[in-house]
Protein backbone atom coordinates (compact mmCIF):
# COMPACT_ATOMS: atom_id res chain seq x y z
CA UNK A 1 0.00 0.00 0.00
CA UNK A 2 1.73 3.15 -1.55
CA UNK A 3 -0.51 6.08 -0.47
CA UNK A 4 0.01 8.57 2.13
CA UNK A 5 -1.80 8.60 5.29
CA UNK A 6 -4.16 11.44 5.67
CA UNK A 7 -3.56 11.96 9.05
CA UNK A 8 0.31 13.01 8.99
CA UNK A 9 2.21 15.10 6.54
CA UNK A 10 5.57 13.67 7.26
CA UNK A 11 4.35 10.12 6.53
CA UNK A 12 5.12 9.36 10.84
CA UNK A 13 2.87 8.65 13.60
CA UNK A 14 4.53 8.00 16.66
CA UNK A 15 2.49 5.66 19.52
CA UNK A 16 4.78 4.82 22.65
CA UNK A 17 7.88 3.96 22.08
CA UNK A 18 7.33 3.24 18.44
CA UNK A 19 7.59 5.16 15.46
CA UNK A 20 5.78 4.34 12.34
CA UNK A 21 7.62 5.99 9.24
CA UNK A 22 5.14 4.99 6.16
CA UNK A 23 7.52 6.64 3.58
CA UNK A 24 10.45 4.53 4.54
CA UNK A 25 8.38 1.56 5.55
CA UNK A 26 9.84 1.39 8.82
CA UNK A 27 8.50 0.59 11.90
CA UNK A 28 11.06 1.59 15.03
CA UNK A 29 11.07 0.75 18.33
CA UNK A 30 13.26 2.98 20.71
CA UNK A 31 14.75 4.29 17.44
CA UNK A 32 15.51 0.32 15.79
CA UNK A 33 14.13 -1.04 13.22
CA UNK A 34 11.81 -3.80 13.94
CA UNK A 35 11.56 -6.72 11.16
CA UNK A 36 7.62 -6.41 9.44
CA UNK A 37 6.34 -7.89 6.28
CA UNK A 38 4.85 -6.28 3.88
CA UNK A 39 1.58 -6.89 4.47
CA UNK A 40 1.62 -7.09 7.68
CA UNK A 41 3.57 -3.16 7.54
CA UNK A 42 0.52 -2.14 5.17
CA UNK A 43 -2.27 -3.62 7.32
CA UNK A 44 -0.69 -1.69 10.24
CA UNK A 45 -1.23 1.39 7.90
CA UNK A 46 -4.31 1.19 7.28
CA UNK A 47 -5.21 0.99 11.11
CA UNK A 48 -2.81 3.24 12.47
CA UNK A 49 -4.60 5.95 9.98
CA UNK A 50 -7.98 5.17 11.58
CA UNK A 51 -6.80 5.29 15.08
CA UNK A 52 -9.32 4.68 17.43
CA UNK A 53 -11.54 3.51 15.07
CA UNK A 54 -13.60 0.55 13.32
CA UNK A 55 -11.92 -1.16 10.12
CA UNK A 56 -13.70 -3.60 9.23
CA UNK A 57 -12.22 -7.12 7.93
CA UNK A 58 -13.67 -5.94 4.56
CA UNK A 59 -11.75 -2.60 4.11
CA UNK A 60 -8.52 -4.26 5.08
CA UNK A 61 -9.05 -6.79 2.22
CA UNK A 62 -9.80 -4.25 -0.25
CA UNK A 63 -6.84 -1.24 0.97
CA UNK A 64 -4.03 -4.44 1.74
CA UNK A 65 -4.93 -6.80 -0.81
CA UNK A 66 -6.88 -5.34 -3.83
CA UNK A 67 -8.42 -7.28 -6.29
CA UNK A 68 -7.34 -10.29 -4.87
CA UNK A 69 -9.33 -13.63 -2.79
CA UNK A 70 -7.63 -13.69 0.31
CA UNK A 71 -8.31 -16.38 3.42
CA UNK A 72 -9.57 -14.65 6.70
CA UNK A 73 -6.57 -16.30 8.26
CA UNK A 74 -3.93 -14.48 6.45
CA UNK A 75 -5.19 -11.51 7.86
CA UNK A 76 -5.52 -12.74 11.66
CA UNK A 77 -1.55 -14.01 11.26
CA UNK A 78 -1.08 -10.34 10.33
CA UNK A 79 -2.51 -8.92 13.95
CA UNK A 80 -1.21 -11.62 15.63
CA UNK A 81 2.43 -10.71 14.41
CA UNK A 82 1.76 -7.20 15.45
CA UNK A 83 0.30 -7.91 18.64
CA UNK A 84 3.52 -9.42 19.30
CA UNK A 85 5.68 -6.84 18.36
CA UNK A 86 3.29 -3.85 20.00
CA UNK A 87 1.65 -5.55 22.49
CA UNK A 88 -1.58 -7.83 23.31
CA UNK A 89 -3.20 -4.81 23.80
CA UNK A 90 -2.25 -2.20 20.82
CA UNK A 91 -4.87 -3.70 18.29
CA UNK A 92 -8.30 -4.45 19.68
CA UNK A 93 -10.44 -7.06 18.16
CA UNK A 94 -14.31 -5.84 16.87
CA UNK A 95 -15.83 -9.46 16.83
CA UNK A 96 -17.29 -9.85 14.07
CA UNK A 97 -16.20 -7.05 12.73
CA UNK A 98 -12.91 -5.80 12.59
CA UNK A 99 -10.15 -4.24 14.48
CA UNK A 100 -9.19 -1.36 16.36
CA UNK A 101 -5.91 0.71 16.52
CA UNK A 102 -6.43 1.05 20.75
CA UNK A 103 -2.66 2.90 21.62
CA UNK A 104 -2.58 6.68 21.12
CA UNK A 105 -1.10 8.53 19.00
CA UNK A 106 0.92 11.46 19.92
CA UNK A 107 2.23 14.36 17.22
CA UNK A 108 5.29 13.44 15.08
CA UNK A 109 7.41 16.05 16.35
CA UNK A 110 7.14 15.87 20.54
CA UNK A 111 7.36 11.74 20.19
CA UNK A 112 10.59 11.56 19.52
CA UNK A 113 10.48 10.76 15.69
CA UNK A 114 13.41 9.91 13.82
CA UNK A 115 12.91 10.39 10.85
CA UNK A 116 15.66 12.73 9.33
CA UNK A 117 15.34 16.23 7.41
CA UNK A 118 16.67 14.48 4.53
CA UNK A 119 14.98 11.37 5.09
CA UNK A 120 11.57 13.43 4.38
CA UNK A 121 13.00 15.53 1.90
CA UNK A 122 13.28 12.16 -0.06
CA UNK A 123 9.66 11.27 0.25
CA UNK A 124 8.36 14.51 -0.70
CA UNK A 125 10.39 14.35 -4.03
CA UNK A 126 9.03 10.38 -4.50
CA UNK A 127 5.15 11.78 -3.77
CA UNK A 128 2.88 12.49 -6.80
CA UNK A 129 -0.68 13.57 -6.55
CA UNK A 130 -3.98 13.33 -8.45
CA UNK A 131 -6.12 16.26 -8.54
CA UNK A 132 -9.64 15.62 -9.73
CA UNK A 133 -10.07 16.03 -13.63
CA UNK A 134 -11.22 19.41 -14.56
CA UNK A 135 -15.07 18.37 -15.72
CA UNK A 136 -15.39 20.90 -19.16
CA UNK A 137 -18.90 20.50 -19.42
CA UNK A 138 -21.57 22.86 -18.61
CA UNK A 139 -23.57 19.64 -16.97
CA UNK A 140 -22.17 19.42 -13.64
CA UNK A 141 -24.23 16.27 -13.32
CA UNK A 142 -21.17 14.21 -15.57
CA UNK A 143 -18.70 15.10 -12.85
CA UNK A 144 -18.80 11.93 -11.84
CA UNK A 145 -16.54 10.76 -14.48
CA UNK A 146 -13.62 13.06 -14.58
CA UNK A 147 -13.56 11.54 -10.75
CA UNK A 148 -14.19 8.36 -11.57
CA UNK A 149 -10.89 9.08 -13.96
CA UNK A 150 -8.85 10.87 -11.39
CA UNK A 151 -9.92 7.69 -9.32
CA UNK A 152 -8.73 5.27 -11.57
CA UNK A 153 -5.54 6.85 -11.50
CA UNK A 154 -4.86 6.90 -8.04
CA UNK A 155 -5.76 3.29 -7.62
CA UNK A 156 -3.57 2.07 -10.60
CA UNK A 157 -0.56 4.17 -9.23
CA UNK A 158 -0.42 2.94 -5.75
CA UNK A 159 0.29 -0.34 -7.14
CA UNK A 160 3.57 0.92 -7.94
CA UNK A 161 6.30 -0.51 -6.23
CA UNK A 162 8.53 3.49 -7.07
CA UNK A 163 5.78 6.07 -6.32
CA UNK A 164 4.16 7.48 -3.07
CA UNK A 165 0.37 8.89 -3.78
CA UNK A 166 -0.75 11.20 -1.84
CA UNK A 167 -4.97 9.88 -1.19
CA UNK A 168 -7.84 10.23 -2.82
CA UNK A 169 -9.13 12.65 0.21
CA UNK A 170 -6.60 14.56 0.19
CA UNK A 171 -5.34 15.31 -3.04
CA UNK A 172 -9.46 16.09 -3.94
CA UNK A 173 -9.80 18.52 -1.45
CA UNK A 174 -8.14 20.92 -4.22
CA UNK A 175 -11.19 20.50 -6.56
CA UNK A 176 -11.51 23.66 -8.91
CA UNK A 177 -8.60 25.21 -6.50
CA UNK A 178 -7.14 28.67 -7.83
CA UNK A 179 -3.64 27.83 -6.35
CA UNK A 180 -0.99 27.84 -7.89
CA UNK A 181 0.74 24.19 -9.05
CA UNK A 182 3.55 24.91 -6.77
CA UNK A 183 1.52 26.01 -3.73
CA UNK A 184 -0.91 22.69 -4.28
CA UNK A 185 2.28 20.54 -3.74
CA UNK A 186 3.72 22.47 -1.20
CA UNK A 187 0.18 21.77 0.48
CA UNK A 188 0.02 17.98 -0.20
CA UNK A 189 3.66 17.23 -0.10
CA UNK A 190 4.24 16.13 -3.68
CA UNK A 191 6.57 16.69 -6.06
CA UNK A 192 4.25 15.72 -8.73
CA UNK A 193 0.95 16.40 -9.82
CA UNK A 194 -1.01 14.63 -12.71
CA UNK A 195 -3.68 17.63 -13.95
CA UNK A 196 -6.65 17.03 -16.52
CA UNK A 197 -9.67 18.03 -18.33
CA UNK A 198 -12.42 16.31 -19.77
CA UNK A 199 -14.86 17.42 -22.23
CA UNK A 200 -17.80 15.81 -24.69
CA UNK A 201 -17.79 16.91 -28.12
CA UNK A 202 -20.65 15.55 -29.99
CA UNK A 203 -19.91 11.81 -29.69
CA UNK A 204 -16.54 12.11 -28.89
CA UNK A 205 -15.16 12.14 -25.51
CA UNK A 206 -11.95 14.99 -25.15
CA UNK A 207 -9.60 14.25 -22.30
CA UNK A 208 -6.01 15.65 -21.51
CA UNK A 209 -3.66 15.00 -19.16
CA UNK A 210 -0.24 16.34 -17.90
CA UNK A 211 2.38 15.82 -15.42
CA UNK A 212 3.95 18.67 -13.91
CA UNK A 213 6.94 18.74 -11.63
CA UNK A 214 5.75 21.57 -8.79
CA UNK A 215 9.57 22.64 -7.92
CA UNK A 216 9.99 23.88 -10.89
CA UNK A 217 6.54 24.17 -12.93
CA UNK A 218 7.59 22.36 -15.57
CA UNK A 219 5.77 20.00 -17.56
CA UNK A 220 7.06 16.81 -17.82
CA UNK A 221 4.70 15.02 -19.86
CA UNK A 222 1.66 15.95 -21.24
CA UNK A 223 -1.08 13.91 -23.91
CA UNK A 224 -4.29 14.37 -25.59
CA UNK A 225 -7.04 11.09 -25.68
CA UNK A 226 -10.15 11.72 -28.38
CA UNK A 227 -12.06 8.53 -27.86
CA UNK A 228 -15.92 7.57 -28.75
CA UNK A 229 -18.52 7.91 -26.49
CA UNK A 230 -19.75 4.21 -26.88
CA UNK A 231 -18.95 2.44 -23.59
CA UNK A 232 -17.91 5.64 -21.25
CA UNK A 233 -16.28 2.79 -18.32
CA UNK A 234 -14.29 1.00 -20.85
CA UNK A 235 -12.94 4.47 -22.04
CA UNK A 236 -12.27 5.42 -18.83
CA UNK A 237 -10.33 2.13 -17.88
CA UNK A 238 -8.19 2.38 -20.89
CA UNK A 239 -7.39 5.96 -20.85
CA UNK A 240 -6.38 5.72 -17.22
CA UNK A 241 -4.30 2.87 -17.95
CA UNK A 242 -2.65 4.67 -20.71
CA UNK A 243 -1.73 7.66 -18.54
CA UNK A 244 -0.38 5.27 -15.57
CA UNK A 245 1.95 3.85 -18.44
CA UNK A 246 3.26 7.05 -19.35
CA UNK A 247 3.94 8.58 -15.97
CA UNK A 248 6.37 5.71 -14.58
CA UNK A 249 8.93 6.13 -16.76
CA UNK A 250 8.73 9.99 -17.17
CA UNK A 251 8.67 10.54 -13.54
CA UNK A 252 11.58 7.98 -12.75
CA UNK A 253 13.56 9.29 -15.79
CA UNK A 254 13.25 12.75 -13.47
CA UNK A 255 14.42 11.62 -10.65
CA UNK A 256 17.17 9.53 -12.01
CA UNK A 257 18.26 13.63 -13.35
CA UNK A 258 17.91 14.71 -9.92
CA UNK A 259 19.87 12.55 -8.28
CA UNK A 260 22.64 12.83 -10.53
CA UNK A 261 22.67 16.45 -8.93
CA UNK A 262 23.19 15.34 -5.33
CA UNK A 263 26.73 15.32 -3.96
CA UNK A 264 28.02 12.05 -3.64
CA UNK A 265 28.82 12.09 0.45
CA UNK A 266 25.11 12.93 1.26
CA UNK A 267 22.91 10.74 -0.96
CA UNK A 268 20.47 8.71 0.94
CA UNK A 269 18.57 5.39 -0.17
CA UNK A 270 16.37 6.83 -2.78
CA UNK A 271 19.08 8.96 -4.62
CA UNK A 272 21.22 6.03 -4.69
CA UNK A 273 18.75 3.99 -6.23
CA UNK A 274 18.41 6.46 -8.82
CA UNK A 275 21.67 7.64 -9.72
CA UNK A 276 22.01 3.41 -10.09
CA UNK A 277 19.32 3.45 -12.80
CA UNK A 278 21.20 6.42 -14.34
CA UNK A 279 24.11 4.07 -14.76
CA UNK A 280 22.62 1.19 -15.35
CA UNK A 281 20.92 2.11 -18.46
CA UNK A 282 24.50 3.51 -19.66
CA UNK A 283 25.09 -0.47 -19.90
CA UNK A 284 29.02 -0.09 -20.25
CA UNK A 285 31.05 -2.51 -18.11
CA UNK A 286 32.30 0.98 -16.06
CA UNK A 287 28.85 1.98 -15.50
CA UNK A 288 27.29 -1.62 -14.58
CA UNK A 289 30.10 -1.76 -11.69
CA UNK A 290 29.09 1.76 -10.40
CA UNK A 291 25.14 0.60 -10.23
CA UNK A 292 26.22 -2.41 -8.27
CA UNK A 293 28.41 -0.10 -6.14
CA UNK A 294 25.30 2.41 -5.09
CA UNK A 295 23.59 -0.20 -5.12
CA UNK A 296 25.58 -1.71 -2.18
CA UNK A 297 26.00 0.97 -0.66
CA UNK A 298 22.02 1.50 -0.94
CA UNK A 299 21.37 -1.98 0.87
CA UNK A 300 23.64 -1.00 3.22
CA UNK A 301 21.34 1.49 4.52
CA UNK A 302 18.31 -0.40 3.49
CA UNK A 303 18.81 -4.10 4.08
CA UNK A 304 16.42 -6.34 1.68
CA UNK A 305 14.75 -3.56 0.08
CA UNK A 306 13.34 -5.54 -2.69
CA UNK A 307 13.73 -2.55 -5.66
CA UNK A 308 17.59 -2.12 -4.74
CA UNK A 309 17.74 -6.03 -4.89
CA UNK A 310 15.95 -6.14 -8.34
CA UNK A 311 18.14 -3.70 -10.02
CA UNK A 312 21.52 -5.36 -8.56
CA UNK A 313 19.55 -8.99 -9.95
CA UNK A 314 19.51 -7.16 -13.14
CA UNK A 315 23.42 -6.02 -13.42
CA UNK A 316 24.53 -9.10 -12.89
CA UNK A 317 22.08 -10.13 -16.09
CA UNK A 318 23.69 -7.28 -17.53
CA UNK A 319 26.66 -8.69 -17.41
CA UNK A 320 25.72 -11.57 -19.32
CA UNK A 321 23.78 -9.99 -22.24
CA UNK A 322 27.09 -8.13 -22.11
CA UNK A 323 29.12 -10.78 -22.82
CA UNK A 324 31.79 -9.38 -20.33
CA UNK A 325 30.62 -12.06 -17.33
CA UNK A 326 33.91 -14.16 -15.85
CA UNK A 327 31.39 -17.26 -15.57
CA UNK A 328 27.92 -15.82 -16.86
CA UNK A 329 26.34 -19.24 -15.14
CA UNK A 330 27.43 -18.00 -11.80
CA UNK A 331 26.24 -14.20 -12.69
CA UNK A 332 22.83 -15.83 -13.71
CA UNK A 333 22.96 -17.74 -10.38
CA UNK A 334 23.75 -14.42 -8.27
CA UNK A 335 20.77 -12.41 -10.58
CA UNK A 336 18.55 -15.31 -9.80
CA UNK A 337 19.00 -15.54 -5.98
CA UNK A 338 18.80 -11.86 -5.48
CA UNK A 339 15.20 -11.68 -7.85
CA UNK A 340 14.25 -14.39 -5.28
CA UNK A 341 15.41 -12.40 -2.61
CA UNK A 342 13.20 -9.50 -3.53
CA UNK A 343 9.84 -11.41 -4.15
CA UNK A 344 10.35 -13.34 -0.70
CA UNK A 345 10.83 -10.01 1.32
CA UNK A 346 7.79 -8.19 -0.64
CA UNK A 347 5.52 -11.01 -2.80
CA UNK A 348 3.54 -7.82 -4.00
CA UNK A 349 5.69 -6.46 -5.40
CA UNK A 350 5.59 -6.56 -9.56
CA UNK A 351 8.65 -5.63 -10.35
CA UNK A 352 10.24 -8.27 -8.02
CA UNK A 353 8.14 -10.59 -9.89
CA UNK A 354 9.15 -9.28 -13.51
CA UNK A 355 12.75 -9.38 -11.94
CA UNK A 356 12.61 -13.42 -11.09
CA UNK A 357 10.72 -14.09 -14.41
CA UNK A 358 13.95 -12.14 -16.34
CA UNK A 359 16.44 -14.04 -14.56
CA UNK A 360 14.40 -17.41 -14.68
CA UNK A 361 14.20 -16.63 -18.62
CA UNK A 362 18.21 -16.54 -18.21
CA UNK A 363 18.35 -19.79 -16.46
CA UNK A 364 16.57 -21.75 -19.37
CA UNK A 365 13.39 -22.12 -16.76
CA UNK A 366 10.61 -20.48 -19.47
CA UNK A 367 7.77 -21.67 -17.98
CA UNK A 368 8.46 -20.66 -14.67
CA UNK A 369 9.08 -16.93 -16.27
CA UNK A 370 6.44 -16.73 -17.97
CA UNK A 371 4.35 -17.59 -15.31
CA UNK A 372 6.59 -14.95 -12.69
CA UNK A 373 5.96 -12.47 -15.61
CA UNK A 374 1.88 -13.54 -15.69
CA UNK A 375 1.74 -12.82 -11.34
CA UNK A 376 3.78 -9.38 -11.98
CA UNK A 377 0.91 -8.34 -14.56
CA UNK A 378 -1.84 -9.52 -12.15
CA UNK A 379 -0.16 -7.44 -9.65
CA UNK A 380 0.10 -4.08 -11.37
CA UNK A 381 -1.31 -4.52 -14.92
CA UNK A 382 0.22 -1.23 -16.08
CA UNK A 383 3.73 -2.23 -15.98
CA UNK A 384 4.86 -1.99 -19.46
CA UNK A 385 8.00 -3.53 -18.66
CA UNK A 386 6.58 -6.75 -17.62
CA UNK A 387 4.01 -6.90 -20.69
CA UNK A 388 7.26 -6.51 -23.20
CA UNK A 389 9.18 -8.56 -20.87
CA UNK A 390 6.25 -11.03 -21.29
CA UNK A 391 6.03 -11.16 -25.12
CA UNK A 392 9.92 -11.14 -25.45
CA UNK A 393 9.36 -14.78 -23.64
CA UNK A 394 6.33 -15.71 -25.45
CA UNK A 395 8.05 -14.77 -29.26
CA UNK A 396 11.40 -17.02 -28.09
CA UNK A 397 8.82 -19.46 -26.83
CA UNK A 398 7.31 -19.96 -30.69
CA UNK A 399 4.01 -18.07 -29.46
CA UNK A 400 4.25 -15.06 -31.75
CA UNK A 401 0.61 -14.34 -32.19
CA UNK A 402 0.49 -13.84 -28.23
CA UNK A 403 3.45 -12.30 -27.86
CA UNK A 404 2.34 -9.70 -30.31
CA UNK A 405 -0.80 -8.34 -28.23
CA UNK A 406 1.69 -7.75 -25.13
CA UNK A 407 4.46 -6.45 -27.14
CA UNK A 408 2.20 -3.76 -28.58
CA UNK A 409 0.45 -3.31 -25.53
CA UNK A 410 3.58 -2.33 -23.67
CA UNK A 411 4.91 0.22 -27.33
CA UNK A 412 1.43 1.86 -26.94
CA UNK A 413 1.66 2.36 -23.38
CA UNK A 414 5.15 3.57 -22.96
CA UNK A 415 6.68 5.21 -25.52
CA UNK A 416 9.33 6.60 -23.33
CA UNK A 417 10.48 3.99 -21.24
CA UNK A 418 14.11 3.11 -21.54
CA UNK A 419 12.77 -0.68 -22.31
CA UNK A 420 11.56 0.60 -25.68
CA UNK A 421 14.37 -1.11 -28.37
CA UNK A 422 13.83 -4.36 -26.26
CA UNK A 423 10.52 -4.57 -27.25
CA UNK A 424 10.85 -3.31 -30.70
CA UNK A 425 13.44 -6.17 -30.99
CA UNK A 426 11.11 -8.69 -30.13
CA UNK A 427 9.26 -7.93 -32.48
CA UNK A 428 11.81 -8.48 -35.33
CA UNK A 429 12.68 -12.25 -33.80
CA UNK A 430 9.18 -12.93 -34.06
CA UNK A 431 9.43 -12.18 -37.83
CA UNK A 432 12.20 -14.05 -37.92
CA UNK A 433 10.70 -17.32 -36.25
CA UNK A 434 7.85 -16.48 -38.63
CA UNK A 435 10.12 -16.26 -41.73
CA UNK A 436 9.55 -12.64 -42.71
CA UNK A 437 12.23 -11.67 -42.85
CA UNK A 438 12.13 -8.01 -44.58
CA UNK A 439 9.95 -7.32 -41.35
CA UNK A 440 12.54 -8.79 -39.24
CA UNK A 441 15.19 -6.32 -40.61
CA UNK A 442 12.86 -3.42 -40.65
CA UNK A 443 12.18 -3.91 -36.37
CA UNK A 444 15.74 -4.95 -36.34
CA UNK A 445 16.99 -1.26 -37.73
CA UNK A 446 14.38 0.23 -36.01
CA UNK A 447 15.34 -1.43 -32.50
CA UNK A 448 18.92 -0.24 -33.25
CA UNK A 449 18.29 3.10 -34.56
CA UNK A 450 17.19 3.59 -30.52
CA UNK A 451 19.68 2.09 -28.92
CA UNK A 452 23.02 1.85 -31.12
CA UNK A 453 24.61 0.89 -28.35
CA UNK A 454 23.45 -2.27 -27.37
CA UNK A 455 25.60 -4.45 -29.75
CA UNK A 456 23.00 -7.06 -29.65
CA UNK A 457 21.07 -5.25 -31.89
CA UNK A 458 23.25 -5.37 -34.44
CA UNK A 459 23.90 -8.96 -33.82
CA UNK A 460 19.90 -9.03 -34.47
CA UNK A 461 20.55 -7.13 -37.75
CA UNK A 462 23.24 -9.15 -38.71
CA UNK A 463 21.33 -12.30 -38.41
CA UNK A 464 17.54 -11.14 -40.49
CA UNK A 465 19.75 -9.15 -42.90
CA UNK A 466 21.57 -12.62 -43.52
CA UNK A 467 18.12 -14.57 -43.35
CA UNK A 468 16.52 -12.01 -46.10
CA UNK A 469 19.74 -12.62 -48.00
CA UNK A 470 21.77 -9.63 -48.00
CA UNK A 471 24.77 -11.23 -47.11
CA UNK A 472 27.30 -7.99 -47.17
CA UNK A 473 24.90 -5.77 -45.19
CA UNK A 474 24.81 -8.73 -42.71
CA UNK A 475 28.58 -8.81 -42.51
CA UNK A 476 29.04 -5.22 -41.77
CA UNK A 477 26.30 -5.22 -39.34
CA UNK A 478 28.09 -8.02 -37.55
CA UNK A 479 31.69 -6.40 -37.58
CA UNK A 480 29.79 -3.86 -35.75
CA UNK A 481 28.43 -5.60 -32.99
CA UNK A 482 31.26 -7.94 -32.46
CA UNK A 483 33.74 -4.91 -32.25
CA UNK A 484 36.19 -7.03 -30.92
CA UNK A 485 34.58 -9.22 -28.34
CA UNK A 486 34.23 -12.82 -28.28
CA UNK A 487 30.58 -13.69 -28.31
CA UNK A 488 30.46 -17.46 -27.89
CA UNK A 489 27.85 -20.19 -28.27
CA UNK A 490 26.82 -19.63 -24.04
CA UNK A 491 26.52 -16.06 -24.46
CA UNK A 492 23.77 -16.68 -27.24
CA UNK A 493 22.05 -18.94 -25.15
CA UNK A 494 21.39 -17.14 -22.39
CA UNK A 495 20.44 -14.04 -24.69
CA UNK A 496 18.16 -15.64 -26.92
CA UNK A 497 16.27 -18.31 -24.97
CA UNK A 498 14.72 -20.05 -28.27
CA UNK A 499 12.52 -22.74 -26.32
CA UNK A 500 12.58 -24.93 -29.91
CA UNK A 501 15.53 -26.23 -31.12
CA UNK A 502 15.02 -25.69 -35.17
CA UNK A 503 14.30 -21.87 -34.23
CA UNK A 504 17.30 -21.32 -32.19
CA UNK A 505 19.56 -23.26 -35.56
CA UNK A 506 18.13 -21.30 -37.90
CA UNK A 507 19.07 -18.52 -36.01
CA UNK A 508 22.66 -19.85 -35.69
CA UNK A 509 22.83 -20.65 -38.98
CA UNK A 510 21.99 -16.89 -40.23
CA UNK A 511 25.14 -16.01 -38.31
CA UNK A 512 27.28 -18.23 -39.40
CA UNK A 513 26.08 -17.32 -43.10
CA UNK A 514 27.39 -14.35 -41.80
CA UNK A 515 30.47 -14.90 -40.73
CA UNK A 516 30.29 -15.53 -36.70
CA UNK A 517 31.93 -18.76 -35.91
CA UNK A 518 30.88 -19.92 -32.24
Known amino acids: ?125 RTIAVLPFVNLDADPTQEYFSDGLAEDIISHLTRSPWLLVVSRNSSFAYRNTRESNQAVGAALRARYLVLGSVRRAAQTLRMTAELVDTTTGKTLWADRFDRPLADLFAVQARISAHIVSAIEPVYLHSEERVAGEVPQHSME ?18 HVLQAQALLDRA ?43 AVRNDERDAFAHFTLGTALSCAGQMQAAIA ?100 PAAQASLSQALGGRGYNLQAITIGHPFVHEEHRARFLAALAAAGWQA
Open 269 to 286: HWDLLMRARWHFWRTTPD
Open 299 to 341: LEIKPGDPASLCLLSFTYMAKVWGAWAEDPRAAVAEAHRLALL
Open 1 to 125: MNSLSTGTDAGVSVFGAFTLQRHERRLLRDGQPLLVGARAFDVLCVLVDHAGELVTKKQLFDMVWPGLVVEENNLQVHVSSLRRMLGADAIATVPGRGYRFALRLAPASSGGASASDAGDQQAYR
Open 372 to 471: ELECALALYPQAAAAAGELGRLLVFSGRTEEAEEFILQAVDASPHDPHLSLWIRSRAIGCFIEGRYADAVRYAREATAKRADWYFNHLLLAACLSAAGDL
